[in-house]
């Protein structure tokens, strides 16, 4: 599976911004699929996380409350909607696909390694 992120730009403290991530191929619903973020000179380090059911969920202590993860099987895509951004924020953020066999499991992996297939990045830049 292929994956393009967009969605990101330059935001003030305490605004939105929605990422979305596509993905290519028919067999999306049967993917984990996470959000994981690099500032610069950080390790990139995981935000959140969806089954592919899409039942379950998991979000990084950071931006539990502010972020929400959520997929649209019918249309290939997860979306992360980050509300309250702080500049603490910023960050190259991308999506990443984990293969969970099935289009009903409530597999939500939080590791890097746990995941096959990454999208390019979408820039976040938050403004204090």
């Known amino acids: 599976v292929q994956l393009q992120a967009y969605g990101g730009g330059l935001v003030q403290a305490g605004g939105s911004l929605r990422l979305s991530c596509a993905a290519s191929g028919r067999t999306f619903s049967r993917y984990a699929m996470g959000w994981f973020r690099q500032a610069p000179g950080k390790e990139r380090e995981f935000v959140t996380t969806?089954?592919?059911?899409?039942?379950?969920?998991y979000y990084a202590d950071s931006v539990k409350g502010r972020f929400t993860i959520s997929r649209d099987n019918a249309k290939n895509t997860v979306y992360l909607q980050m509300n309250s951004l702080k500049p603490e924020d910023t960050a190259v953020y991308y999506c990443a696909a984990a293969y969970s066999g099935y289009s009903g499991s409530h597999y939500y992996p939080r590791l890097k390694g746990d995941y096959d297939h990454w999208g390019q990045g979408t820039q976040v830049t938050v403004s204090s």
């Open positions: 969806i089954s592919s059911s899409g039942g379950s969920t």
